[in-house]
């Protein structure tokens, strides 16, 4: 008896620690991906194609009643006219369906099937601030992911992009906590990557690192 305790004790040990070794190389994985996308963006400040802002009009912000990716729809429905709700989509479904990049890139294509909704993501600085600013310059708001805070907690949430000036160093967004932000470039960049999300729980790190949740993320929406 006390021979097979050992045998199943050794087991569990060696799974403990190959689990252990798994999620670490994960960790490390997430970590240089990370690092690979804060290349250095300071040129777009000298660069004449940034030099004229672009705004999108007629954006209405709301608060969001059943969820922020729910939410970022029914605002992009009633800038294109039409009348999609965060309701409908929950009667529609009886759930949320948009917890994921991908699900939310999929649920976009399936309610504006006038535009190609992509997600791309991990994304370097330089690539993320250029799709951002020619899709804006096409006329079209931006579904983007971010670290942003609710009250003083940090979550992950969906928002739109609806304005960037750079020479004037700021990004305009709708947010769906009902408001909208002027950050500057450098924090905007903050909150895409997560690099600002303080205190981050381990089940949102290990979901990074498995590919649940992606970092400098945006949705380009074109017709």
């Known amino acids: 008896m006390k021979y097979k305790w050992n045998k199943l004790i050794t087991f569990l040990f060696a799974c403990i620690l190959a689990l252990g070794l798994i999620v670490a190389g994960l960790l490390v994985s997430l970590s ?7 290349d250095d963006y300071s040129l777009v400040y000298r660069d004449e194609k940034y030099s004229i802002p672009v705004y999108i009009d007629g954006i209405d912000v709301i608060k969001q009643d059943v969820s922020c990716g729910y939410a970022v729809i029914e605002m992009f429905s009633a800038w294109c006219g039409k009348d999609i709700t965060e309701e409908s989509l929950y009667s529609s479904y009886g759930k949320v369906v948009t917890s994921t ?4 890139c999929k649920e976009m294509n399936k309610q504006f099937p006038e535009y ?3 997600i791309h993501k991990y994304m370097k600085n330089t690539e993320l601030i250029d799709a951002v600013y020619n899709n804006l310059a096409n006329g079209v708001p931006v ?3 971010w670290a942003a805070l609710y009250g003083d ?3 992950l949430h969906y928002s739109l992009i609806v304005g960037m000036d750079i020479p004037g160093d700021k990004v ?3 947010n769906p906590y009902g408001y ?13 990557s997560f690099e600002a999300y303080e205190g981050m729980p381990w089940f949102l790190k290990l979901g990074f690192a498995v590919g649940v949740f992606e970092k400098n993320t945006v ?3 074109e017709q």
């Open 32 to 38: 240089v991906r990370t690092n690979g996308m804060l």
């Open 101 to 104: 990049g991908k699900n939310f």
């Open 116 to 118: 190609t909704t992509t």
């Open 143 to 145: 579904p983007f992911e």
């Open 153 to 155: 907690v940090w979550t």
């Open 172 to 174: 305009t967004i709708a």
């Open 180 to 192: 909208y932000e002027e950050l500057p470039l450098s924090e905007f960049l903050d909150r895409t």
């Open 219 to 221: 949705f380009t929406v």
